[in-house]
């Protein structure tokens, strides 16, 4: 595949995630409104999350697992380890320029390789 292709077929492959965990969560547990938090997980249990608002956002405040995170606050990308295997949820409220607040967030599993 070409290097050129992987952001598309990345986008592709998170959608078609996003899509079929609403199909299977109740309203109240889908948190990524919009698709605005892209995370991958991989590199040997390792993750990575960013902010995929084209909006300028601000004051950005992070959640593991429902407990804030103050080290990965105020920036729009994040990046830690996890358990083989272990299923997380991480998530994020900002500001944009126009006030408005946003709160997403989604639920992963940590895996060996990048998915």
């Known amino acids: 595949m070409l290097k050129s292709t992987r952001p598309r077929v990345l986008a592709c492959i998170a959608l078609a995630a996003v899509s079929a965990l609403a199909v299977a969560s109740p309203a109240s547990a ?3 409104p919009a698709g605005l938090l892209d995370c991958e997980s991989g590199g ?4 990575t999350c960013h902010i995929e608002d084209f909006a300028p956002q601000t004051n950005e405040v992070w959640k593991y697992n ?3 995170v103050p ?3 105020g920036h729009s990308s994040v990046y830690g380890a996890c358990a083989a295997g272990l299923r997380f949820s991480i998530g994020v ?3 944009r320029a126009n006030g408005t607040t946003i ?3 989604m639920t992963m ?3 060996r390789d990048w998915q």
């Open 30 to 32: 889908r948190l990524n």
């Open 44 to 47: 040997n249990y390792h993750y």
């Open 66 to 68: 429902g407990s804030h």
């Open 71 to 73: 080290a990965f606050d």
């Open 93 to 95: 409220t900002y500001r």
């Open 103 to 105: 709160t997403t967030g």
């Open 109 to 111: 599993n940590c895996l």
